[in-house]
């Protein structure tokens, strides 16, 4: 690939793209490897209890099975890692779908009829697996994700709501989310001469390095993790999930590489999802909708085994602006498995409830929506008084009204009608925290004069690679063919993990400052060509990071959603979503469209369509294949448009914000809005079905 300098911001198509769609690109269990063996998981089939029994011996009669893997013949592991990762070890049975045995076989073929043959037998005990507002065990942890407090409270909310011209008083629920990304967790392990070698599905191999080596008390240079292509993660591959190490243990018990992908009915529980939450939202305001008093409860689940918080209620903290506010989170633990991170963890399902709240609140006192918004705008986090480091909410709220043609909405809903179809628009605003991580980045100059840069980056499919190639070669100001960029291996400089949308602005900024360190030093020591033995530059920018402004920095952005329902069938159609998003400096358009749609589309799927359908009968997700857990396909999005206003931003750098999330945020809501615009009834459980609008529609 060539390019001119000065290539940031410019189209460019992924560097990678002709390997994977010629196949050439190897995900974690294609890579050959002589004598590998493959791995077939056994899953607890009770909600919670302990084992009392384990038969093996016609799973290991099976022909070409190596190994069976149970706590009472798997290695030891370090018992002070995660009870998460500490993987066969006790005969405890914490949630229905655990993973209990591990069958190790010549084929995999020979693994799957090796775990079907295994018999356990179960000392059962009563469950607990569905979350309420008023469950006994709902607590306050001292945290939720990754590190914000769990209450905040400014002004005096309660006074401040009572004495509010306008009250409203909602609660919204949504379901647990699977993130079921395009690959599953998979990994293939190989121990030889003392060292771990392991190809992961991840999103972050550094840390999975670590938490390798303390399990099996190794030395970091015992261990090296790669991944080179990964098949999406939305956040789910975002920690060490339990395919590395049992691949691990089980290569090291036969003395073979091996191989272990779950397969897609096994990736509902082990490996995180988004909690059910149940939000509870007080808005009080005067009657020209200007908030006087806001409050956002947020309940959500946990597991028995370690905790996660879901930080539901935190963007409520800094979208509008209200003197009296508080915002609060408990937890139930519950016998289920732990939830971990889907893409934008609590603003996601948090933006839900707060938009259509401050929909359902315009039109209690007669204003726009978009008006309604632009008037409890801020320059100022409401909370810590503090003026952000850029704020375009305003900006998008207009652009993407007028692009949607917003002016010609009638307000009145339920009155749009073509033919069959009740037709209704709807909106909502995102915002998400733009961060910007330290890591390590290594410029390379070779004698033939080609450029290698080296950083343990991830991408996920998000095009990071590319965006990566094109600071480099701005920064290099040399030909793009010259420059090549290496990623995803554990030996390579450390870096973050992919997620939390701040990949492109830590990861850039560590190789923006390792490129322009070489080229300096080529420049004034060199004369502009490398020594004999190449040159090399190895920059750590965590001093830089700590160091810049720590005023309030976001991504904001604004949906707009029209809606038609068929009045005979309740059937719900999205025939346009327009997203209009202040994102910071976009490195790469072509990718970037990318990911606000990809998002875009996700909340389009959260608001009709996905739902873990709990049988607390056995504590089981019952809808777990693609088959019965429903996700949008193309025939459910027809128009969708992404867009980006000028965003200078003075808190990184580069200017760089991150746009892997912001999409997803405030989508579900602009739909659930543009549902009730269309017909009139207003629903606040997802997802929004036609059984739970047929009913209610008019006739004919």
Same mark, same amino acid.
């Given at each position: 690939?060539?390019?001119?300098?000065?290539?940031?911001?410019?189209?460019?198509?992924?560097?990678?793209?002709?390997?994977?769609?010629?196949?050439?690109?190897?995900?974690?269990?294609?890579?050959?490897?002589?004598?590998?063996?493959?791995?077939?998981?056994?899953?607890?089939?009770?909600?919670?209890?302990?084992?009392?029994?384990?038969?093996?011996?016609?799973?290991?009669?099976e022909s070409g099975v190596l190994a069976v893997l149970t706590f009472e013949t798997a290695p030891r592991l370090n018992p002070t890692g995660s009870p998460e990762l500490l993987l066969l070890q006790q005969p405890r049975v914490r949630y229905r779908g655990e993973i209990v045995a591990l069958v190790v076989a010549e084929s995999l073929e020979a693994a799957r009829e090796g775990a079907r043959l295994v018999r356990i037998d179960y000392d059962t005990e009563p469950h607990s697996s569905v979350l309420t507002e008023r469950h006994p065990s709902l607590y306050t942890p001292e945290r939720?994700?990754?590190?914000?407090?769990?209450?905040?409270?400014?002004?005096?909310?309660?006074?401040?709501?009572?004495?509010?011209?306008?009250?409203?008083?909602?609660?919204?629920?949504?379901?647990?989310?699977?993130?079921?990304?395009?690959?599953?967790?998979?990994?293939?392990?190989?121990?030889?001469?003392?060292?771990?070698?392991?190809?992961?599905?991840?999103?972050?191999?550094?840390?999975?390095?670590?938490?390798?080596?303390?399990?099996?008390?190794?030395?970091?240079?015992?261990?090296?993790?790669?991944?080179?292509?990964?098949?999406?993660?939305?956040?789910?591959?975002?920690?060490?999930?339990?395919?590395?190490?049992?691949? =691990?243990?089980?290569?090291?018990?036969?003395?073979?590489?091996?191989?272990?992908?779950?397969?897609?009915?096994?990736?509902?529980?082990?490996?995180?999802?988004?909690?059910?939450?149940?939000?509870?939202?007080?808005?009080?305001?005067?009657?020209?909708?200007?908030?006087?008093?806001?409050?956002?409860?947020?309940?959500?689940?946990?597991?028995?085994?370690?905790?996660?918080?879901?930080?539901?209620?935190?963007?409520?903290?800094?979208?509008?602006?209200?003197?009296?506010?508080?915002?609060?989170?408990?937890?139930?633990?519950?016998?289920?498995?732990?939830?971990?991170?889907?893409?934008?963890?609590?603003?996601?399902?948090?933006?839900?409830?707060?938009?259509?709240?401050?929909?359902?609140?315009?039109?209690?006192?007669?204003?726009?929506?978009?008006?309604?918004?632009?008037?409890?705008?801020?320059?100022?986090?409401?909370?810590?008084?503090?003026?952000?480091?850029?704020?375009?909410?305003?900006?998008?709220?207009?652009?993407?009204?007028?692009?949607?043609?917003?002016?010609?909405?009638?307000?009145?809903?339920?009155?749009?009608?073509?033919?069959?179809?009740?037709?209704?628009?709807?909106?909502?605003?995102?915002?998400?925290? =733009?961060?910007?991580?330290?890591?390590?980045?290594?410029?390379?100059?070779?004698?033939?004069?080609?450029?290698?840069?080296?950083?343990?980056?991830?991408?996920?499919?998000?095009?990071?690679?590319?965006?990566?190639?094109?600071?480099?070669?701005?920064?290099?100001?040399?030909?793009?063919?010259?420059?090549?960029?290496?990623?995803?291996?554990?030996?390579?400089?450390?870096?973050?993990?992919?997620?939390?949308?701040?990949?492109?602005?830590?990861?850039?900024?560590?190789?923006?400052?390792?490129?322009?360190?070489?080229?300096?030093?080529?420049?004034?020591?060199?004369?502009?060509?490398?020594?004999?033995?190449?040159?090399?530059?190895?920059?750590?920018?965590?001093?830089?990071?700590?160091?810049?402004?720590?005023?309030?920095?976001?991504?904001?952005?604004?949906?707009?959603?029209?809606?038609?329902?068929?009045?005979?069938?309740?059937?719900?159609?999205?025939?346009?979503?327009?997203?209009?998003?202040?994102?910071?400096?976009?490195?790469?358009?072509?990718?970037?469209?990318?990911?606000?749609?990809?998002?875009?589309?996700?909340?389009?799927?959260?608001?009709?369509?996905?739902?873990?359908?709990?049988?607390?009968?056995?504590?089981?997700?019952?809808?777990?294949?693609?088959?019965?857990?429903?996700?949008?396909?193309?025939?459910?999005?027809?128009?969708?448009?992404?867009?980006?206003?000028?965003?200078?931003?003075?808190?990184?750098?580069?200017?760089?914000?991150?746009?892997?999330?912001?999409?997803?945020?405030?989508?579900?809501?602009?739909?659930?809005?543009?549902?009730?615009?269309?017909?009139?009834?207003?629903?606040?459980?997802?997802?929004?079905?036609?059984?739970?609008?047929?009913?209610?529609?008019?006739?004919?």
């Amino acid at each position: 690939m060539s390019a001119p300098a000065g290539v940031i911001g410019r189209p460019q198509p992924r560097v990678e793209g002709r390997d994977k769609v010629t196949g050439a690109a190897r995900y974690a269990v294609e890579h050959p490897a002589d004598g590998t063996a493959y791995g077939w998981a056994v899953q607890a089939t009770v909600a919670k209890g302990r084992i009392v029994r384990i038969d093996a011996t016609e799973a290991e009669r099976e022909s070409g099975v190596l190994a069976v893997l149970t706590f009472e013949t798997a290695p030891r592991l370090n018992p002070t890692g995660s009870p998460e990762l500490l993987l066969l070890q006790q005969p405890r049975v914490r949630y229905r779908g655990e993973i209990v045995a591990l069958v190790v076989a010549e084929s995999l073929e020979a693994a799957r009829e090796g775990a079907r043959l295994v018999r356990i037998d179960y000392d059962t005990e009563p469950h607990s697996s569905v979350l309420t507002e008023r469950h006994p065990s709902l607590y306050t942890p001292e945290r939720v994700n990754p590190a914000y407090p769990t209450d905040t409270s400014v002004g005096d909310f309660d006074s401040g709501y009572q004495a509010a011209e306008v009250r409203l008083d909602q609660t919204y629920r949504t379901p647990a989310y699977h993130n079921n990304p395009m690959e599953p967790h998979a990994a293939t392990a190989h121990w030889a001469d003392g060292r771990l070698l392991v190809r992961d599905s991840s999103q972050g191999t550094t840390d999975v390095r670590g938490d390798l080596g303390s399990l099996f008390e190794l030395p970091t240079g015992a261990v090296r993790v790669t991944a080179e292509h990964v098949g999406g993660g939305f956040g789910s591959k975002g920690t060490t999930r339990c395919t590395p190490v049992l691949a =691990a243990m089980a290569a090291r018990q036969v003395g073979r590489p091996v191989r272990l992908a779950l397969t897609r009915q096994q990736l509902f529980g082990p490996i995180g999802y988004r909690t059910p939450i149940i939000q509870r939202v007080r808005l009080g305001a005067d009657a020209d909708g200007r908030l006087a008093a806001i409050c956002h409860d947020a309940i959500s689940q946990t597991s028995t085994s370690i905790e996660f918080a879901e930080q539901t209620a935190v963007l409520t903290r800094a979208l509008y602006a209200a003197p009296h506010r508080r915002t609060t989170h408990r937890l139930a633990r519950l016998d289920v498995p732990t939830p971990s991170w889907m893409r934008a963890p609590g603003e996601c399902p948090g933006s839900f409830a707060l938009e259509c709240a401050m929909d359902e609140l315009a039109v209690a006192c007669g204003v726009d929506p978009v008006e309604l918004r632009l008037r409890n705008d801020t320059d100022v986090d409401p909370e810590e008084g503090v003026p952000f480091t850029s704020r375009n909410l305003a900006a998008c709220l207009r652009e993407g009204a007028e692009r949607f043609g917003w002016a010609r909405r009638d307000p009145a809903p339920g009155v749009r009608r073509d033919g069959r179809w009740l037709v209704g628009t709807g909106m909502a605003s995102a915002i998400y925290p =733009a961060r910007t991580p330290g890591a390590t980045a290594e410029a390379v100059a070779e004698p033939d004069g080609t450029y290698r840069v080296r950083i343990n980056a991830t991408d996920i499919g998000t095009g990071a690679r590319t965006a990566l190639w094109q600071v480099a070669v701005d920064a290099l100001g040399v030909p793009g063919d010259r420059v090549a960029v290496s990623i995803g291996d554990s030996d390579l400089p450390p870096a973050y993990v992919a997620g939390g949308s701040m990949g492109t602005a830590g990861w850039g900024l560590a190789v923006h400052r390792a490129c322009e360190g070489l080229r300096r030093q080529l420049d004034g020591e060199y004369a502009g060509s490398a020594p004999p033995d190449g040159l090399a530059v190895r920059v750590d920018t965590m001093e830089e990071t700590t160091a810049l402004p720590t005023a309030p920095r976001y991504s904001f952005g604004a949906h707009f959603v029209e809606a038609r329902v068929d009045v005979d069938s309740g059937e719900i159609r999205v025939p346009r979503m327009l997203g209009v998003f202040a994102v910071g400096r976009v490195v790469n358009p072509t990718t970037a469209r990318s990911q606000l749609i990809g998002g875009m589309t996700m909340g389009l799927s959260m608001a009709l369509h996905e739902e873990g359908v709990l049988d607390q009968r056995f504590g089981d997700w019952v809808n777990r294949d693609l088959a019965g857990y429903h996700v949008s396909v193309c025939a459910d999005v027809e128009t969708m448009e992404a867009y980006w206003v000028p965003d200078e931003d003075r808190g990184n750098p580069l200017g760089i914000k991150g746009m892997g999330e912001i999409g997803i945020v405030g989508s579900a809501a602009a739909v659930a809005n543009a549902v009730h615009h269309a017909t009139g009834l207003r629903l606040r459980t997802l997802p929004i079905q036609l059984d739970e609008l047929v009913d209610r529609l008019p006739t004919g």
